[in-house]
């Protein structure tokens, strides 16, 4: 994969899937901003890219607050010169049964997974579109593809965020430029670490069953790894992947059979 020239700007790049798909859009060739409200994960990671010769640079923003977003495309602007690639990675979980959802909780949710990748795609998409050339990658996951007990707020954002992948993909499909979803299921992140212990606190059952709840909802036995994902991403910037449009990569070992 050869993405020398262009330019990358990944939201929630501090750690996880994000911290991984800098690392894989660097190694590509590409000039990467790392986004994430934690400022001193995300310039640890750009000096070990720039340390390893890459082109990386830390920009702190909350994708959930309009200024912040505003503030981010001026920087990337600064350091990039244009964003080709966006990677709408920064998400966040909750399980509870509905009627444990706070109002709060759940608008928490939508602000950070939806209308975070709705700002950041109004921010960037469209000077793609002038451009004729471009990359939208949202991170949805398979809970945006189906339902599962407990998981009612995180699975209707992600529901929503491929809802507006699919719409976007078919306003820009004229001017070349792709918008897609990848839709993981469980990856070994502190995402799922966290998943783990609540299921081990509301449960009372042990951290080792806890974790094998998890593992045994994949097919394969096995909780992803990261690169599963951000590989999935690099494939969509590749050139080649310009006919792939509008759609979800699902990535969970076979569990979801469409
Ligand atoms: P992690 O919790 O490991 O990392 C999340 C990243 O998002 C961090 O860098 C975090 O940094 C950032 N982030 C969180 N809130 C915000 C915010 N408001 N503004 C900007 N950045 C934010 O999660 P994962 O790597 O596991 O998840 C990444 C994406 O993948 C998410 O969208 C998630 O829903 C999705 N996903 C994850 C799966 C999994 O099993 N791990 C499965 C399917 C999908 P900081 O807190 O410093 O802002």
Redo the contacts with the bound molecule.
């Keep these: 994969m050869d993405l020398q020239g262009k330019n990358a700007l990944v ?8 911290a991984d798909t800098v690392r894989a859009l660097a190694a590509a060739g590409a000039a990467v901003v790392a ?4 400022v001193q ?1 995300i310039e640890a990671l750009a000096e070990e890219i720039r340390q390893g010769g890459g082109k990386a640079w830390a920009v702190p ?4 607050e309009p200024e912040q977003v505003d503030a981010l495309a001026e920087k990337a602007k600064q350091h990039l010169g244009q964003v080709d690639i966006l990677v709408n ?5 909750a399980s509870a049964p509905l009627k444990r959802i706070a109002l709060e909780d759940w608008n928490r949710i939508f602000a ?2 939806v209308t ?1 990748t709705f700002l950041c795609t109004q921010a960037f998409l469209p000077e793609m579109v002038k451009r004729k050339w471009g990359r939208v990658i949202n ?1 949805a ?1 398979i809970a945006g593809l189906t339902g599962a007990a407990y998981i009612s707020a995180y699975s209707a954002s992600k529901h929503a965020v491929i809802g507006f992948t699919r719409c976007l993909a078919a306003e820009v499909a004229p001017s070349g430029v792709t918008v897609n979803a990848v839709c ?4 070994e ?4 670490s966290e998943s783990v212990a609540r299921i081990v606190e509301k449960t009372g059952i042990s951290l080792e069953k806890a974790r094998g709840s998890i593992v045994d909802m994949n097919p394969q036995n096995r909780i992803l790894e990261p690169e599963e994902v951000s590989y999935q991403i690099v494939s969509l910037c590749d050139s080649r992947a310009r006919g792939v449009n509008g759609q979800t990569i699902v990535i969970d070992g076979g569990g979801l059979l469409s």
Excluded: H, Q
């Design positions: 939201t929630g790049g501090g750690r996880g899937i994000g986004s994430a409200r934690s994960e923003c909350d994708v959930a990675n920064a998400g966040i979980a950070v997974n975070g991170v996951s993981p299921g469980y990856v992140t502190g995402m799922v």
